[in-house]
């Protein structure tokens, strides 16, 4: 077997008889997470071929780039460009049945609270579907308008806002203050800010008001010291775990190749700190249908190593955010891809039942 041309990819063109010896091989270490060897593929991969004609076809693979030996004298494992041949080329996914999606949108289709509760629920859902890790984005809004804010006051200098917005969406935040303020104080700040902005931008909110009441701060009454301390906590301080909710992050300790601790306690680290993550999911927000990077394809170092299986949900025309799930490379992308396919789809037909 030579290479005679490439494929638009920049893959070169593989006969059949490789390539069928590609997917075996692929699909074996993805089934057992072992290197596979000469022997095996010639007993078992359904070919008339010898050992020794497949260690050459392996050789040319390797070669190529599409193998890897992980130890001396071992059997080959798939590299990131082996999978990406496969995954453009060679793979063969599984569509869902009907009853299988019946389920989910019946999973899916619970009543909800708001769209927070419903994320958490979809990325507990794709991880325990898929046993990997779920990660759902927020749905992102082009506005969100204040409709009510109510201050409850706990224990010490801590307060409870409660803050109702784009009609029917309840946001709960707890929040630090300077001192104690009690429930009186709290209750007038609330009708004065439901009486001047309800109805209103909340980054209107944010920007505007907030910034003219910190530049009088010293000469402002007791009233609006109080008003202004806990509405620029409340309307400022999102928590950046509202940007996306994962899921099922410890199945990723299950697989032999991803044992390193150190490893996985930076990839747990970038959970936390979202910033790597979001920017790769925000990049997806332009794509459409299932995007896949492996390993180092999603420009994010903690990824390496791992694949990402995406998908854009939203309302009409608008997108309004990605789904997907993180796994080892050698995840089964027969299955994930439906998955997460499917879960977008009927996610977005929620959102759209939520909002009637």
């Not at 890790?133 to 927020?138: D, F, K, R």
């Not at 950046?240 to 390193?260: I, K, N, P, W």
């Amino acid at each position: 077997m030579r290479v005679s041309e490439s494929t638009p990819a920049g893959h070169p063109l593989l006969n059949e008889r490789t390539q069928h010896l590609l997917r075996f091989l692929i699909e074996r270490y993805i089934r057992d997470g072992q290197p596979v060897g000469s022997r095996t593929l010639s007993r078992d991969a359904g070919l008339d071929l010898s050992p020794a004609t497949v260690r050459n076809v392996m050789a040319d693979l390797e070669e190529m780039g599409y193998l890897r030996a992980p130890h001396i004298s071992a059997g080959r494992v798939p590299t990131s460009r082996g999978y990406r041949f496969f995954i453009d080329t060679l793979l063969r996914t599984n569509p869902l049945d009907q009853r299988q999606i019946e389920e989910l949108r019946r999973q899916i289709g619970q009543p909800m609270q708001n769209d927070a509760e419903l994320v958490r629920s979809v990325s507990n859902l794709l991880s325990g579907v898929t046993h990997l890790a779920g990660i759902v984005m927020l749905p992102r809004r082009q506005t969100m308008t204040l409709r009510q804010v109510e201050f409850l006051p706990l224990s010490e200098c801590r307060v409870l806002a409660i803050l109702v917005v784009n009609g029917q969406e309840v946001q709960n935040r707890i929040i630090q203050t300077r001192r104690r303020y009690s429930a009186s104080e709290l209750q007038q700040a609330a009708n004065y800010l439901n009486a001047q902005f309800a109805g209103r931008d909340i980054e209107q909110v944010q920007k505007n008001l907030l910034d003219e009441l910190r530049q009088t701060r010293d000469s402002l009454d007791r009233l609006m010291q109080t008003v202004v301390e806990v509405a620029e906590q409340t309307f400022e301080a999102t928590p950046e775990s509202d940007d996306y909710v994962v899921a099922g992050q410890t199945h990723l300790m299950r697989y032999a190749d991803l044992s390193d601790l150190d490893k996985l306690r930076q990839l747990f680290e970038a959970f936390n700190q979202k910033s790597d993550l979001l920017h790769l999911l925000d990049q997806c927000l332009r794509a459409e249908g299932v995007q896949i990077f492996i390993g180092e394809e999603s420009g994010c170092g903690v990824l390496d190593g791992y694949s990402v299986v995406t998908a854009p949900y939203g309302t009409g025309e608008r997108v309004l955010g990605v789904l997907g799930i993180i796994g080892p490379t050698r995840m089964a992308y027969d299955r994930v891809i439906p998955v997460v396919e499917v879960t977008a789809r009927l996610l977005a037909e929620a959102l759209d039942g939520q909002r009637d």
